[in-house]
């Protein structure tokens, strides 16, 4: 099942039909909001607003664990994280489209990991028999893989998707990731330029690295709402980046209705078996 994590809203539309609203206990805390459960041509999707209706939560107190594994106690095994970014690369431009396939992580205060050694905890409702529950009840410590970690055939889906519907976009991005809730400076921007980022967000890290670790597949697609510090003439705001999300919200509906209804049936990635040889 597929689960979309993106901004509130995106599920008032029309084609999407809403089942339920579910919430989801975690023995990682509570998740954002509640679950939104609906079904796209007979196909169940599920929603959840990353920050929680009404913008509750700032970047860096996101509970991203529990976002994660609420998902998972749903059913979703495929994600696709819809965010904003600010430009880094001089290609981009406000409002543009892009596909990332790789990250920096200069984030600083987040859990990152479900998987604590002695300190891990189990979650006694999901009864799962995989690799996910017997590490976490063995308490094993585990380092997954990320070399690649965005899935390659959702990134083609994709794309596909973005192509047939006539939007540009730029793939195969490197998106860094900083702590926030600060904006960044003009020289860590010119840093992370020279470092290989095309674009600069809040939210991508520790997510993508969580939904990789409950072997799910991974697709981001990120909306510059703004060009990054420094960059960009003038000061930013939080409002130009309302803004610009605002302005391509029927556009992101558009592109996500079209992605739900065309997923691949079959995955040959590596996604799904990230945790296999990957526990001490
Ligand atoms: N920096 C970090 N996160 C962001 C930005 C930015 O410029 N724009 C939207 N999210």
């Given amino acids: 099942m597929l ?15 809403v089942l339920e609203e579910v919430e989801v206990k975690t023995p990682w805390g509570e998740p954002s909001d509640k679950y939104i459960l609906t079904q796209i041509e007979g196909k169940k999707v599920v929603f959840l607003p990353r920050h929680g209706r009404g913008h509750k939560f700032p970047p860096h107190l996101i509970n991203f664990r529990a976002n994660l594994w609420g998902f998972r106690k749903l059913g979703v095994n495929k994600i696709l994280s819809v965010s904003a970014v600010g430009g880094i690369n001089p290609l981009l431009k406000a409002g543009d489209f892009v596909l990332s396939n790789q990250f920096l992580d200069f984030t600083k205060s987040r859990q990152s990991t479900f998987y604590e050694g002695i300190y891990s905890k189990f979650d006694e409702e999901d009864t799962k028999n995989d690799l996910v529950n017997q590490y976490l009840k063995d308490k094993r410590v585990v380092h997954i893989d990320v070399s690649e970690p965005f899935c390659p055939q959702l990134q083609k889906s994709l794309q596909n998707t973005l192509g047939k519907l006539g939007y540009n976009y730029l793939s195969n991005a ?19 330029s020279t470092l290989g980022a095309d674009i600069v ?10 939904a990789r670790e409950l072997a799910m597949h991974f697709v981001s697609l990120s909306v510059v709402t703004n060009l990054a510090a420094g960059i960009s003439k003038d000061r930013l705001t939080s409002d130009e980046v309302i803004e610009m999300m605002k302005q391509r919200n029927e556009d992101l509906k558009e592109v996500i209705l079209d992605f739900a209804k065309n997923l691949p049936d079959t995955y040959s990635c590596e996604c799904e078996k990230v945790l296999e040889g990957a526990a001490i």
Avoid: N, W
Wanted: aromatic residues 4%.
């Fill in 3 to 17: 689960g979309v994590i993106g901004g509130s809203g995106l599920y008032e539309v029309d084609g999407v039909e």
């Fill in 174 to 192: 490197t998106y860094a990731a900083t702590e926030g809730p600060r904006l960044e400076t003009a020289a860590e921007i010119k840093a992370l």
């Fill in 201 to 210: 967000g809040m939210t991508l890290v520790p997510e993508i690295v969580l």
